[in-house]
C-alpha cells in the first residue's frame, strides 16, 4: 500500500471544528447507551466485587478522607480520586458515569487527531469513526470501574509518545512518563511499558531520552509514594494486590485467566485482607501488604523459573488471547449487555474481531511507509510491549482496552490507505495487506471454548434483583437461565440459596425444591432445602432432608459441622453425629471439630466416646475452656473427680463466667 493521498502527514495543527464534530457524535452515542444502562441493577454502586469496593473508597474521599488509612492502597488509586471528584461535582454515581462518558467522547477526538498525527485527516474520520462504533470501549467508560479511564488515559500517553518520537523535545519525553505514569496509577501494568520504552530508548543510544522518559514516570507515582509511606510505612508506588495478581497469571493451575486461589476471597476487599493471612501462615508470622505481595511474586518467579518451557507456553497462549476477538468476563460480561440488556450496544458492532487485524495490518503500513521508521516504531512499540504487560498477568476484556486505541489508529490508516488504492487503480499494492487481514481476521475469530459469561452474569442479576426485593422479576430469568443451567437446576438452587442468604425462607423453598425436583441432589440443595424448610416453620421435613444427605469427601469439613449444627436445631441427635463425625474423618487434627462431636456425643450420653474426642480436642487445643468443661463434665461422670477437677479449674481460669465448669466443680466439691 502507499500512504494516503491528502493532507501532509506529521504534526498538522489540530483540526479543532473536525475534532469538536467527531466528540459531539461520539458523546450522543454514549449519552443514549449511558442512559439505557443508568438503572441497571448490575451496574449500581453497591452492585458488588469491584464497583462497591471503588464507590466505597471514593465516598470516604468525598467526605473528607483524603488519604483513606490505614494501609497501602489495595485498589489502583488513580480511578478512587476521579470518581470521587465525579461524585463531589455531580453529587450522585450517575452523574460521575456521564462525566466518564463526557471522558471517552473527548478520547474519540484525540484518537482523531493521534491518527491526524500519522497519516491525514481522511484516515482520522476513519478512526474516529471505528471507535464511536466500538461497542466494548462505550460499556467500560460508562460503569464505576478504573477500566472506564483506560481509553481516555492510553490516548493521552499516545498522543505525548507521538510528540515525543516524532520532535524529539526533552519536553515531550517527560510529558510522556508523566501520562504513563498516570495511566499505570489506573492500569500498574503499563509501569511494564514504560520500562520497555526506556530500554529502546537506551538501545538507540537516546540515554537523555531516556531518563528524561523515567523521570515523568516517577514524577508521577510520587505522591501515591509518599502517601503509602506516611499512612502504611510502606513506599508502595500502586496498590497491593499485584503479586497476587502475578500469581494467579503464573502458577501450576493457571490457566491464562483468572482463577481463584485457595483460601483467597474472590472479592478485591477479601483480596486485601486474605492476602496477608495466607502469606503470614506460609512464613509462620504477620505480614505486611508488600510482604504479602512479594510472596506471592515469589511463588509465580519460582514457578516460572522451575518450569521455564511450561511458563513460555503460557506466557505465548496469553499473548494471543490478548489479541483474540473472545470476550473474558471479569467480572462484567460484555457479551450479556449487548444481548440482554435491553440497551442499543448491538449497534456499536465493532470490537476486537475487527479493530485487532485491521489495525495490525495498518500498523504495519504505518512502519513500512513513515519517513523516520525509528519513529513510527517507537509508537507502534507500545502494542507489542502492553500486549506483553497484560500477558505477564492474565487476559481479561478490560485489561485489553487500551490497546483499542492504536488498533483504531491503525485500522483507520489501513482503511483510508486501502481506498486511495483503490481509487488510483493500484491493486498490487493492497493484494498482500489484504491476505494478511484475511489471515488475521481469521486467527483473531478463531473458535475457543472460552466462556465469555453471558449465563453468569444472568444469574448475578437473578440474584440482585432478589436482593433488592424485585421478586416478580426474578421468576422471569431463572427460567431464561434453566435450559443452560450446569448442572441441571442449578439456577434454581443459586437463586434459592441467594433468598435463603436474605432471610427470606419462604421465597427459597419453591426454588429449591424445584431444583431438586429437577434432579440435583447434591448436598449443598438439599442442606439448603433444609434449611427453608426450616425457616419456614416445617422442622418435620427439614429433618427428613437432612437425613438423606450421605456424607462423602466431596464437601469440606466446615460444610459438614454445619449441617451438624443445623440438625442439632432440630434435636435430630444421631443425625447431627453422623454429620460431625464426617467432619472429624476430614479434619482430625481439628480441633472445633473434635470439639462439636464430643459434645454432641454428650447429649446423645455417649460418655465414653465423648471423653475420647473432648480429650482429643483438649490436646490439639489446650486453651479452650468449651472442651476442658466438657472433658471435665465426662470425667466426672465416671468417676475420675480429680482430672474432672483440674480441668474445670482450668477452663474457668480462662473464663471464670463459663457454667458448665461451674456446674462441674459444684457437683463434685
Known amino acids: 500500500m502507499n500512504r494516503p493521498e491528502g493532507d501532509s502527514p506529521g504534526q498538522p495543527a489540530p483540526a479543532w471544528s473536525a475534532i469538536a464534530a467527531v466528540v459531539g457524535i ?43 488509612s490505614p494501609g497501602v492502597y489495595y485498589l489502583s488509586p488513580l480511578y478512587i480520586y476521579a470518581l470521587a471528584a465525579g461524585l463531589a461535582v455531580t453529587g450522585s454515581f450517575e452523574g460521575a458515569r456521564l462525566l466518564q462518558a463526557a471522558l471517552g467522547a473527548a478520547s474519540v477526538g484525540g484518537i482523531w487527531h493521534l491518527t491526524q498525527c500519522w497519516s491525514n485527516r481522511r484516515a482520522a474520520w476513519w478512526a474516529a469513526g471505528l471507535a464511536i462504533v466500538t461497542g466494548v470501549m462505550t460499556f467500560y467508560e460508562i460503569i ?57 530508548l537506551l538501545v538507540t543510544r537516546r540515554f537523555r531520552a531516556a531518563a528524561l522518559l523515567v523521570a515523568g514516570l516517577l514524577v508521577a507515582f510520587a505522591p501515591v509514594a509518599v502517601r503509602n509511606g506516611v499512612v502504611a510505612g510502606e513506599w508502595f508506588t500502586v496498590s497491593s494486590h499485584g503479586g497476587l495478581n502475578l500469581y494467579i497469571g503464573n502458577n501450576e493451575r493457571a490457566s491464562g485467566f483468572y482463577r481463584e486461589v485457595p483460601g483467597i476471597s474472590p472479592s478485591i476487599a477479601g483480596q486485601a485482607r486474605d492476602t496477608r493471612l495466607v502469606a503470614g501462615a506460609a512464613l509462620g508470622r504477620e505480614v505486611t501488604d508488600a510482604e504479602a505481595s512479594d510472596y506471592f511474586v515469589g511463588l509465580a518467579v519460582d514457578w516460572a523459573t522451575s518450569h521455564p518451557v511450561d511458563a513460555a507456553a503460557l506466557f505465548l497462549k496469553k499473548v494471543a488471547h490478548t489479541f483474540h476477538a473472545a470476550y473474558v468476563a471479569l467480572p462484567q460480561s460484555y457479551p450479556f449487555y449487548v444481548s440482554d440488556s435491553g440497551a442499543w450496544l448491538w449497534l456499536l458492532p465493532v470490537g476486537p474481531w475487527l479493530l485487532m487485524p485491521l489495525g495490525l495490518v495498518g500498523l504495519a503500513v504505518l512502519v513500512r511507509q513513515w519517513p523516520s521508521r525509528e519513529a513510527a516504531i517507537g509508537w507502534t512499540l507500545f502494542v507489542p510491549l502492553y500486549a506483553s504487560a497484560v500477558a505477564v498477568f492474565f487476559v481479561a476484556d478490560r485489561y485489553r482496552l487500551p490497546l483499542l486505541v492504536p488498533m483504531c489508529v491503525g485500522a483507520g490508516i489501513a482503511l483510508e490507505a486501502l481506498v486511495s488504492a483503490v481509487r488510483v487503480g493500484n491493486w498490487r499494492s493492497v493484494r498482500g ?46 427460567e431464561r437461565l434453566a435450559p443452560e443451567a450446569d448442572p441441571p437446576g442449578s439456577a434454581h438452587h443459586l437463586v434459592g440459596r441467594q433468598y435463603l442468604v436474605e432471610g427470606k425462607a419462604a421465597l427459597a423453598l419453591p426454588y429449591l425444591r424445584e431444583a431438586r425436583a429437577i434432579g440435583l441432589d447434591h448436598p449443598r440443595v438439599l442442606a439448603d432445602l433444609a434449611e427453608a424448610f426450616e425457616g419456614t416453620g416445617d422442622t418435620t421435613q427439614a429433618e427428613r432432608t437432612l437425613s438423606g444427605i450421605v456424607p462423602d469427601a466431596g464437601e469440606p469439613a466446615p460444610f ?54 473432648l480429650g ?40 471464670p463466667a463459663h457454667q458448665v465448669a461451674r456446674s462441674v466443680l459444684g457437683a463434685i466439691r
Open 26 to 68: 461520539a458523546f450522543i452515542v454514549k449519552l443514549i447507551i449511558w442512559w439505557q444502562l443508568a438503572d441497571h441493577p448490575m451496574l449500581h454502586a453497591d452492585s458488588g466485587l469491584d464497583t462497591t469496593a471503588y464507590a466505597e473508597l471514593a465516598r470516604r474521599v468525598a467526605n473528607g478522607d483524603v488519604l483513606l
Open 144 to 200: 464505576i470501574l478504573q477500566a472506564s479511564l483506560d481509553i481516555a488515559l492510553a490516548t493521552a500517553a499516545l498522543i505525548s509518545l507521538t510528540l515525543a518520537v516524532q520532535q524529539s523535545r526533552p519536553l515531550w519525553h517527560v510529558t510522556t512518563g508523566l501520562a504513563f505514569g498516570f495511566a499505570a496509577l489506573n492500569r500498574p501494568n503499563m509501569t511494564l511499558v514504560v520500562g520497555g520504552l526506556a530500554l529502546w
Open 560 to 613: 459438614w459441622l454445619q449441617l451438624g449444627r443445623q440438625a442439632t436445631t432440630l434435636q435430630a441427635l444421631e443425625l447431627a453425629g453422623r454429620f460431625f463425625a464426617q467432619a472429624v474423618a476430614l479434619t482430625p487434627a481439628d480441633a472445633d471439630a473434635r470439639l462439636q462431636f464430643g459434645v454432641n456425643l454428650v447429649l446423645r450420653n455417649e460418655i465414653a466416646s465423648a471423653r475420647a474426642e
Open 433 to 478: 495487506p489484504i491476505a494478511v487481514f484475511v489471515v488475521l481476521l481469521l486467527a483473531v475469530n478463531a473458535p475457543t471454548a472460552l466462556n465469555e459469561g453471558r449465563w453468569t452474569e444472568g444469574l448475578r442479576l437473578a440474584q440482585r434483583l432478589a436482593i433488592l426485593g424485585r421478586d416478580a422479576e426474578v421468576r422471569p430469568w431463572v
Open 616 to 655: 482429643e480436642a483438649v490436646r490439639l487445643a489446650p486453651g479452650q475452656p468449651d472442651a476442658l468443661a466438657y472433658l471435665a463434665y465426662c470425667e466426672a461422670a465416671v468417676g475420675d473427680l480429680d482430672a474432672a477437677r483440674r480441668h474445670a479449674s482450668t477452663a474457668l481460669e480462662i473464663d
